[in-house]
Each structure stands twice: as structure tokens, then as C-alpha cells.
């Protein structure tokens, strides 16, 4: 069955640095997403991506944040400077036409010291 | 926006059945989810409702919407230890069909 899989499924960086986490999403697959979960909290929405453009983003997605799709199967989300309270888990979500369901990533787990 | 809520705690007896509950703030919802999620793993896509059924059946999982009161349930038959895990309930958020808000998730621990 096709899957959502994303890279590295944990990733440590010092504060300031940049980051990019990697995902490949489902292949006819054509919507988009990132979401985070800090431990203990919701998981919330970033950022969903169609047609090479975003199509929405949260209050959460600064100009620290952008998304990228540079080739058919990849689809990146980087920080520019990290900071500790982006230490989370960050899952990459596709869906397909029909858009009601969204197929979810193991997630990465990013941590900020 | 979309708010989600719903119990942190779950405990059953292994082959009773499992009750989640969830409430939901926004009417516009046109569909409604259930993720689960396995220790170290992802979220997996469940199950999900249109707004206009009032129950589904898959198998061992029931989905009752109650419109009105803005309240989702799921209902698990003969909870198995392999059960285990967090189960969101999740919504599309006002604005935008492709973002969903999803509640805190309730840890459902199945006893032997």
C-alpha cells in the first residue's frame, strides 16, 4: 500500500541553525501538508501546498518557515534559524483528488538545543 | 477557528467495547475524522463521516455524528490489546477545507 514517508525520523540541531526536513509524499497524490506536534499539545496545522504554490498557511508559518517541492517526489520544509520552541514533531500529510483524506508521514522528530 | 476537544483517558477491558467521545465547535464541517496513532508511528487515517450520515460502520468501529449537539464518537467492538494508542478526532478548519484541527487525542489503554 502506498505510504508517506518522511526523512530523518530524528533530526538534533543547535539553535540558529537551518534545517530541512524531507518527505515523500503518496505519488498521484496532488494536496500537500505540514503539520507539528510539540509534546504534549495539539497537532497543528503549517502549511498545505497544490500547484506548486501554498494554498494556506497558519499563524505558525513565519518567514523562519518555507516549503518546497523540487522535484515530482520530494516535498521539504525548512527552517531558516531554528529555534528551541521549534523542537517538535513535524508529520507531512498528501491527499489525493478528492482531498477529504489526508495520508499522514511517521513524522521527524526535530530537536533544538 | 475550529476548535477540537475531546478526553485525554481512555481505560477498557480487553474485549469490551471502547467509547471515544469529541466535540467540535464549527457547524460548516462537512466531514469529520478519526486518526490513530501507534507509539512511534504516524497518524493513521481511521475513519471519517460527511456531516449529513449520522452513523458509519466499518468492521469493529462505529462513528455516531450528532449534528446538533456538534458531537463524534467512535465506538470500538471487542477491544483488542492491539487497540492500544492515541485516537484523534479531527476536523476540517473554517477557511479552508484542506487544513484540519485536530483534538489533543485520548490514550486509550486496553487491559488484559
Known amino acids: 500500500e502506498p505510504e508517506v514517508t518522511q526523512t530523518p525520523s530524528h533530526q538534533v540541531t543547535q539553535m540558529g541553525q537551518e534545517v530541512i526536513l524531507r518527505c515523500v509524499p503518496i505519488?498521484?497524490?496532488?494536496?500537500f501538508y505540514w503539520y507539528r506536534q510539540i509534546l504534549g499539545q495539539k497537532v497543528e496545522f503549517l502549511v498545505s501546498?497544490?500547484?506548486?504554490?501554498?494554498?494556506?498557511k497558519s499563524e505558525i508559518f513565519d518567514d523562519q518557515f518555507s516549503v518546497e517541492r523540487p522535484d515530482g517526489s520530494n516535498f521539504t520544509l525548512k527552517i531558516r534559524s531554528t529555534k528551541l520552541e521549534d523542537s517538535a514533531m513535524y508529520f507531512c500529510?498528501?491527499?489525493?483528488?478528492?482531498?477529504?483524506?489526508?495520508?499522514f508521514g511517521p513524522g521527524t522528530r526535530l530537536t533544538v538545543t | 477557528g475550529e476548535d477540537v476537544e475531546q478526553s485525554l483517558f481512555l481505560s477498557v477491558r480487553e474485549g469490551d467495547s471502547s467509547v471515544i467521545n469529541c466535540t467540535y465547535t464549527?457547524?460548516?464541517?462537512?466531514?469529520l475524522y478519526w486518526y490513530k496513532q501507534e507509539p512511534g508511528a504516524g497518524l493513521q487515517l481511521l475513519t471519517y463521516?460527511?456531516?449529513?450520515?449520522d452513523m458509519k460502520q466499518d468492521q469493529r468501529l462505529t462513528v455516531l455524528l450528532n449534528k446538533k449537539d456538534k458531537h463524534l464518537s467512535l465506538r470500538i467492538a471487542d477491544t483488542q490489546t492491539g487497540d492500544s494508542a492515541i485516537y484523534f478526532c479531527?476536523?476540517?478548519?473554517?477557511?479552508?477545507?484542506?487544513?484540519?484541527?485536530f483534538g489533543i487525542g485520548t490514550k486509550l489503554q486496553v487491559i488484559p
Open positions: 479531527a476536523a476540517p478548519g473554517r477557511g479552508g477545507y484542506q487544513k484540519v484541527t
Open positions: 505519488s498521484n497524490h496532488l494536496y
Open positions: 463521516i460527511f456531516s449529513n450520515m
Open positions: 500529510a498528501s491527499s489525493g483528488q478528492g482531498v477529504y483524506e489526508q495520508y
Open positions: 501546498f497544490y500547484n506548486n504554490e501554498i494554498s494556506e
Open positions: 464549527d457547524s460548516s464541517s462537512t466531514y
